[in-house]
């Protein structure tokens, strides 16, 4: 298990751009594939974005893929969500998760570590 604090969140207008910050307490953080998710008031928490452990291969949900860049820097045990073009629809609670893997999976149930969520939220 590895601890996980978001931050970054915030109120944005549509077009804005906010970055995400995922900061570990493990050393060993570079062994986790990192995952972005985000929830809306009402919806099941759903993949945003993932990266391996090197970083070297990342993926994206079709909905964010073109407009948001996941990248980690393990020196900083910190992966980053860069999120442009943002919309009305991508507000919502963005959680960063942790899985001792090498290739992340896209669903909830492949991480086992969570942080506590940053509220994005996006004005029309």
């Known amino acids: 298990q590895v601890q996980l604090v978001e931050s970054g969140g915030g109120l944005v207008q549509a077009g804005g751009s906010l970055r995400l910050s995922c900061v570990a307490s493990?050393?060993?953080?570079?062994?986790?594939?990192v995952g972005w998710f985000r929830q809306a008031p009402g919806k099941e928490r759903e993949f945003v974005a993932a990266?391996?452990?090197?970083?070297?291969?990342?993926y994206y949900a079709d909905s964010v893929k073109g407009r948001f860049t996941i990248s980690r820097d393990n020196a900083k045990n910190t992966v980053y969500l860069q999120m442009n073009s943002l919309k009305p629809e991508d507000t919502a609670v963005y959680y960063c998760?942790?899985?001792?893997?090498?290739?992340?999976?896209?669903?909830?149930?492949?991480?086992?570590?969570w942080g506590q969520g940053t509220q994005v939220t996006v004005s029309s």
């Open positions: 998760a942790a899985a001792r893997t090498l290739v992340p999976g896209r669903t909830p149930a492949d991480f086992g570590s």
């Open positions: 493990k050393r060993s953080f570079s062994s986790y594939a």
């Open positions: 990266i391996s452990r090197s970083g070297y291969s990342t």
